[in-house]
């Protein structure tokens, strides 16, 4: 009898986790659940921007500061302007004159979903063939050990 009923159970647990609604992204989105301070919920900061996108911009500035690394010979990351909810982290080769001769830029597109959570996109641009897995993956690595990732369609 405890068989079954552990059984039926499992199998009902199985059941409402297949019925419950599953988060999709769209092509090119990664999907985050970003919780929210009450200080980011302040009127204030309301008022600077969305409170997701504001936590999702702290980390990934935090990120380019303090952990990120530039492929062999470029310069650390710099944050330049970015439009609306657009970050954008390059970093540079520079020869011996001080002259760019190759550019990594990294834009990241942040935004809010209707259910509230973080959407993420991101689009490397370089002027030379680098290694995009070893730009991008650590950086995405960062978002996804500070917030919980829900869907990727990456």
């Excluded at 001769?101 to 959407?119: K, P």
């Amino acid at each position: 009898m405890r068989i079954w009923t552990g059984f039926l159970l499992v199998l009902a647990l199985g059941l409402l986790a297949a019925c419950a609604p599953q988060v999709r992204a769209d092509p090119g989105e990664v999907v985050y659940d970003v919780p929210v301070s009450s200080q980011l919920g302040s009127l204030q900061a309301v008022a600077a921007g969305n409170p997701v996108v504001i936590r999702l911009q702290q980390e990934l500035a935090v990120y380019y500061q303090i952990e990120a690394r530039a492929p062999s010979g470029f310069g650390r990351w710099v944050q330049r302007q970015g439009t609306g909810s657009t970050v954008i982290f390059i970093s540079e080769r520079r020869n011996e004159q001080n002259a760019v001769t190759a550019t990594i830029e990294m834009r990241w597109t942040l935004g809010v979903r209707a259910d509230g959570r973080g959407s993420v996109r991101l689009e490397t641009l370089t002027t030379e063939k680098i290694d995009l897995g070893a730009v991008e993956g650590p950086a995405f690595g960062r978002l996804d050990r500070s917030f919980n990732r829900v869907a990727s369609a990456r």
